[in-house]
């Protein structure tokens, strides 16, 4: 009787560390998901910290290559559609267009010289063209990135201009019905729409010395720099849409606004209205890409 009451009571012991061991290891794996999502995080979320403010934030932080598609649905990130500029290259913390040449085997060269050989320099530089465009719509918000210039590409093709720049796009509609802002090569900020097909600059201001020159200086634009973009948009009224740039020439330093222009509805101007795509505009550059946050403003808030 003795040695049954032993057995049993090794047999409880054991059962018990048993149990103890699968609520640990239950518990690990909780928090492993937990971190998981942590990371992905950077699909649409949530936070409550924010009274549920609708945000999304990529941080570039897991490496992985991005590919242009077609349309938006057949794009394989939760976040992203590229749009044009046939990659995009996550390592090392930052987001990265093609830097330097194609190779003239390489499959996206040989594509892009058939589709747009001009402004791509024979298909070499899609990068020309980059546009990343989100995935999730977007109304009232606050959208901000971060951009270092690593070199600027001096194509032969006419579209390298004074308007090339480091762009946020906001209401992206479709390519021929957008906002978009932030700083050109020129060294100014700028405000534009396009719609149906047809741009109009909305505000324009110089914030980097210098005199733009195509050919003797075709970059005013620091290289190698982290620079910062910040546009707020909102609704005023039925009747007007404000549009808020903010930048920063160093990416320590604090945001500076530098434009706020008001877009006024009329029989000759009409307003990109309601919900659209957000996302990044780079033209005839490589650049790096980091900390993009988008946070939709709560109704009420200024």
């Not at 690990?28 to 937990?34: L, Q, S």
């Not at 951009?147 to 308007?163: G, M, P, Q, T, V």
């Not at 060294?187 to 003797?216: D, I, P």
Request: aromatic share 12%; charged share 30%; hydrophobic share 30%.
């Amino acid at each position: 009787m003795q040695k049954n009451r032993m057995f049993l009571f090794l047999i409880l012991i054991a059962l018990g560390f048993f149990s103890f061991h699968i609520f640990i290891s239950d518990r690990v794996n909780r928090e492993e998901v937990k971190d998981s999502k942590f990371e992905y995080n950077r699909e649409i979320g949530v936070d409550s910290s924010e009274k549920e403010v609708k945000y999304l934030e990529d941080n570039f932080s897991l490496s992985s290559v991005l590919e242009e598609e077609g349309s938006m649905p057949d794009s394989k990130s939760r976040n992203w559609w590229l749009n044009s500029g046939a990659m995009l290259t996550i390592s090392n913390g930052t987001g990265k267009t093609i830097h330097g040449e194609l190779k003239n085997e390489d499959s996206w060269r040989q594509e892009y010289e058939d589709y747009n050989s001009s402004e791509t320099d024979k298909g070499y530089h899609p990068q020309n063209i980059f546009r990343l465009i989100t995935k999730s719509k977007w109304s009232r918000f606050n959208q901000e990135a971060y951009f270092k210039i690593n070199r600027y590409i001096l194509s032969k093709d006419k579209h390298r201009s004074a308007s090339n720049g480091i762009l946020l796009f906001c209401r992206y509609k479709d390519s021929d019905n957008l906002y978009y802002a932030g700083l050109r090569v020129d060294g100014a900020v700028v405000v534009k729409k396009k719609y149906q097909g047809t741009y109009s600059q909305l505000g324009y201001k110089k914030v980097f010395e210098g005199s733009y020159n195509r050919f003797n200086q075709p970059n005013l634009l620091p290289i190698n720099t982290w620079l910062g973009v910040r546009v707020e948009i909102d609704d005023i009224s039925k009747e007007e849409i404000s549009l808020k740039v903010s930048i920063k020439k160093e990416k320590g330093s604090d945001w500076e606004q530098v434009l706020n222009v008001i877009d006024r509805d009329s029989v000759e101007n009409k307003l990109i209205k309601g919900e659209g795509f957000a996302g990044i505009r780079t033209d005839f550059m490589d650049v790096e890409f980091d900390n993009y946050r988008i946070e939709e403003k709560r109704y009420g808030s200024q």
